[in-house]
């Protein structure tokens, strides 16, 4: 195995043209592979250096935010925590202090775990995934980029440049919440995430998308009927109905598909309700999952 440590976005698509797999973190490809997950790659290339990377930048066409951003930033960085909150909420749950200083965004999506945290606050968020090679730049869906578990569309010579989000609509909040056994170095049992906008107290919008109950991150369909309506017991038993019935969840050693299941149903519905809270300008610190006791506390 050799690892060429790359210095510039060039250096990093010349090595991709070249046949090496990026490495950012390596928290998901060096732990895989010592847990036999799968070898590593003969030949990779470090990103962790490449400064252009790793920025989050606000422009017209959306919030971009560097693949290198490790979950450290995410959590704290102010135009994330403000404006997609979700984001933030899923990034402050990964793994241990040790694994979000060197974890990134990009890492987390290009994995393609349908257990990743911040997948399903990107979707609800409306991201794309910019992914460039020496010739070409192209943005997807996150829909299109996920095909299964631990697998993309992407081409080998293609990196993942940024998350691309649009900005969101005034009188708008999302939130992310997980069911977790303990509070670090675990794996989402489920999650949720959701992004409402408001209209005077109406629901204006609203997205819902499911951690670790599908092959990829599942978004919640026939949202509709909830558009006109106050964020009450009866809407939120809505989205629990939508959601618990719309899962595909699996039987492990973590939880059984019932439980699963069920349990999807209370995430989804406690997402719809803090991000709507959120839309209303009350202010719920991050993670949404202690500032309101869902999961592990202690
Ligand atoms: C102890 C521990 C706890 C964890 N807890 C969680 C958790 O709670 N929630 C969670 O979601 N994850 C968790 N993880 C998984 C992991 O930390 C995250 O998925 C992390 O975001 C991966 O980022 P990375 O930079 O380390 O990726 P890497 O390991 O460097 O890369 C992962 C994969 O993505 C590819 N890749 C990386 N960057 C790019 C890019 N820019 N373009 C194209 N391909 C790229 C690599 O080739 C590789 O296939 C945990 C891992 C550990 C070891």
């Not at 969101?168 to 303990?182: D, F, H, K």
């Not at 949720?192 to 092959?215: E, K």
Request: some cysteine; proline content about 5%.
């Amino acid at each position: 195995m050799t690892m060429t440590i790359a210095n510039s976005l060039d250096d990093v698509l010349s090595g991709l043209a070249n046949g090496a797999r990026p490495i950012a973190g390596g928290t998901d490809l060096v732990v895989g592979s010592r847990q036999g997950k799968g070898a590593l790659p003969d030949h990779l290339i470090a990103i962790d250096r490449v400064h252009e990377l790793a920025t989050i930048d606000v422009g017209d066409a959306g919030t971009r935010i560097g693949s290198g951003v490790t979950h450290a930033t995410l959590m704290t960085n102010p135009t994330v925590v403000d404006s997609f909150t979700a984001i933030a909420d899923a990034a402050a749950l990964v793994g241990s202090p040790a694994t979000r200083n060197v974890g990134t965004i990009g890492g987390n999506v290009m994995n393609g775990s349908p257990a990743m945290d911040t997948g399903a606050p990107l979707v609800v968020l409306n991201a794309r995934a910019e992914l460039r090679t020496l010739e070409s730049t192209r943005l997807v869906h996150l829909d299109e980029l996920w095909v299964g578990p631990g697998r993309t569309s992407a081409q080998k010579n293609e990196l993942c440049t940024a998350l691309v989000i649009p900005q969101q609509p005034e009188s708008s909040g999302s939130a992310y919440v997980r069911l977790e056994y303990r509070r670090t170095m675990e794996i989402a049992i489920v999650g949720a995430a959701a992004a409402i906008t408001l209209d005077d107290g109406i629901i204006r919008s609203a997205h819902v998308a499911l951690t670790a109950v599908a092959p990829t991150i599942l978004t919640v369909e026939g949202l509709a009927p909830l558009i006109g309506k106050p964020v009450d017991e009866t809407t939120l038993a809505t989205v629990a109905e939508l959601a618990s019935e719309q899962a595909a969840p699996i039987s492990d050693l973590r939880a059984s598909e019932r439980y699963r299941r069920q349990m999807i149903g209370v995430m989804a519905s406690r997402a719809v309700d803090a991000a709507a809270r959120r839309a209303g300008g009350e202010t719920l610190s991050v993670p949404v999952n202690r500032a309101l006791g869902v999961g592990a506390q202690s």
